[in-house]
């Protein structure tokens, strides 16, 4: 019983911002490492950052000091904060457990136009 949810998706002008949220419930651990991935068209699933349970986040290069990610709601509310979006950031979005990454969810959409 694994549910995830995300949400926050929108069209956005290059340079705006945009708040995702992932709503994680079943068997999803507080404690385990929580992240976010992102799927361009034709492209393989890329990892973009992730949180420990303990609070201690990292980020691809593509997205370090743009991004950020936090957690709250005993970790099972993940959100990723991204800002000076690029046209390169559009993409689908989703998060997971980071340690079983089992099962996905729908994601939410991210396009940047330029």
């Known amino acids: 019983q694994v549910q995830l949810v995300e949400s926050g998706g929108d069209l956005v002008q290059a340079g705006g911002s945009l708040r995702l949220s992932c709503a994680a419930s079943g068997s999803i651990s507080s404690r385990h490492s929580m992240a976010w991935y992102r799927q361009a068209p034709g492209k393989q699933r890329e990892w973009v950052a992730q949180?420990?349970?303990?609070?201690?986040?990292s980020y691809a290069d593509s997205v370090e000091g743009r991004f950020t990610i936090s957690r709250y709601n005993a970790g099972t509310t993940v959100y990723l904060l991204m800002n000076s979006l690029k046209p390169e950031d559009t993409a689908v979005y989703y998060c997971n457990d980071y340690t079983f990454p089992l099962v996905w969810g729908q994601g939410t959409q991210v396009t940047v136009s330029s």
């Open positions: 949180m420990t349970s303990g609070g201690f986040p």
